[in-house]
């Protein structure tokens, strides 16, 4: 399973972004999708989850802010940002769950896509 994210760049404090993540392969079904991101020097963080059903779960610090959603016919996830501040700015991953044909679970991260928050 291959995760292709895009939508990354540069934006000033304040502006909005959205980022998009297609996974493609062979598999039975994807089950949760999520975002992450990782700013420099520090560790990669959650920045948000939505599952089949789309219920979503978000960092405490960005609801309110960014918005997950997903197709699940186009097996594609999209990450909203808005009101985005300079220490938004980090490599943001696309990651996917779900099984294979043979009912075996997979775990699967996109390249990551660069965000940076600067006037």
């Known amino acids: 399973v291959q995760l292709q994210a895009s939508g990354g760049g540069l934006v000033q404090p304040g502006g909005s972004l959205r980022l998009s993540c297609t996974a493609s392969g062979v598999f039975f079904s994807i089950n949760s999708m999520a975002w992450y991101r990782q700013a420099p020097g520090k560790q990669r963080d959650l920045v948000a989850t939505i599952d089949r059903a789309k219920n979503t779960n978000y960092a405490d610090s960005l609801k309110g802010r960014f918005t997950i959603s997903r197709d699940n016919d186009k097996n594609t996830v999209w990450l909203q940002m808005g009101s985005l501040k300079p220490e938004d700015t980090a490599v943001y991953y696309c990651?996917?769950?779900?099984?294979?044909?043979?009912?075996?679970?997979?775990?699967?991260w996109g390249q990551g896509t660069l965000v940076t928050v600067s006037s």
């Open positions: 990651y996917a769950e779900g099984t294979d044909y043979g009912f075996i679970p997979f775990g699967s």
